[in-house]
């Protein structure tokens, strides 16, 4: 396959000035990131990897930190996981309080923020140092350690992160959070401030394609099985309210961030990370979209 060939037509046919939507500005920090960023790159098994663009240039991660945290709390607490939080898509926003009501405090999915903060509530009770141990497993499957929080967009996200905050407190009400409220949120803004590029992306997320080995040392640090649960997950929950839709026009496992960041994996085969910050109204990179969608197109291989 010709990925060099591919993304170069991509990067030709597309442009910022195609796409209407707005940069995301409730957290004040990500608003002056620059809207005319564009890059890609793809990750193989071969350890080829091919790109174009801004695709080495670092951004906000933001939720796309989920995938990471929930395989370590599966490495924690293997099948278990599953009694705090639920694996069905939502349906809605992904910062939505309605549901949890309703069901009893148990988030729909890990990748929503209700299910992302049960998460951090684990990670916070049964690991000495969370912030530490994230850094260190990002880095280990990248094999770069020149992977940093973004102290920055942090303490922005902190400063107007009312919201998560009420979430931890209500599900903290309904009895499916352990810790105080506090620590589990700055853990949270601080997963989400990862700064990491296309490139260093998708490398990591190859442990996903990979079958839970570490790409440059064929390390095994994933059971298959959770492997297989986190790429269905991606697959039904990793869009937001829009997972349909991006399995429709993409056909890949993937998880997006309001950075404007995609990755998305083709089992046994390769990684993908794309980043333009201008997000449609459902909070996905309007042009990450659009370049996916043509790449699953024009290599004619998507997983279904
Ligand atoms: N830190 C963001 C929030 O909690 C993450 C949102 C996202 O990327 O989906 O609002």
Same mark, same amino acid.
């Given at each position: ?6 993304? &170069?037509?991509?990067? /030709? @046919? ?5 796409? !209407?939507?707005?940069v995301?500005?409730? =957290?004040?920090?990500l ?5 005319k960023?564009f890059g ?46 639920d ?15 309703y ?12 299910g992302?903060l ?7 009770d ?19 350690? &020149?992977?940093?929080y /973004? @102290? ?5 996200? !902190? ?5 998560? =905050? ?13 810790c ?22 998708s ?8 079958r ?8 095994k ?30 056909g ?9 960041g ?20 459902n ?11 043509r ?10």
């Amino acid at each position: 396959m010709d990925y060099q060939n591919i993304l &170069d037509s991509i990067h /030709d @046919e597309m442009s910022y000035r195609d796409v !209407k939507g707005k940069v995301a500005s409730y =957290i004040p920090e990500l608003a002056k990131v620059d809207r005319k960023k564009f890059g890609m790159h793809v990750y193989c098994g071969d350890q080829q990897h091919f790109h174009f663009g801004d695709s080495k240039e670092k951004f906000s991660i933001q939720s796309i930190s989920k995938v990471f945290t929930l395989a370590m709390g599966m490495r924690l607490m293997g099948e278990d996981l599953w009694d705090r939080v639920d694996v069905e898509p939502s349906g809605d926003p992904f910062n939505s309080l309605t549901q949890l009501e309703y069901e009893s405090g148990i988030p729909r999915n890990p990748f929503i923020n209700a299910g992302a903060l049960v998460i951090s509530d684990i990670l916070v009770d049964q690991l000495k140092d969370p912030k530490q141990e994230l850094l260190d497993f990002v880095r280990e499957i990248t094999g770069d350690d &020149d992977i940093h929080y /973004d @102290e920055t967009v942090a303490a922005s996200e !902190k400063s107007t992160g009312y919201r998560n =905050i009420a979430l931890v407190n209500y599900i903290k009400a309904l009895g499916n959070i352990k810790c105080d409220v506090e620590p589990i949120v700055d853990f949270y803004f601080y997963q989400c401030s990862l700064a990491m590029s296309c490139e260093q992306l998708s490398k990591a997320f190859m442990i996903f394609a990979n079958r839970g080995r570490i790409l440059e040392n064929d390390k095994k640090i994933l059971k298959p099985k959770t492997v297989k649960r986190i790429n269905a997950l991606m697959q039904t929950c990793g869009f937001y309210d829009e997972a349909g839709e991006f399995s429709f026009q993409v056909g890949l496992p993937g998880k997006s961030g309001v950075g404007g960041g995609i990755v998305a994996i083709h089992p046994e085969n390769y990684s993908v990370a794309v980043w333009s910050p201008i997000l449609n109204d459902n909070g996905n990179s309007e042009l990450g979209m659009k370049a996916l969608e043509r790449f699953t197109t024009l290599t004619g291989v998507s997983v279904f």
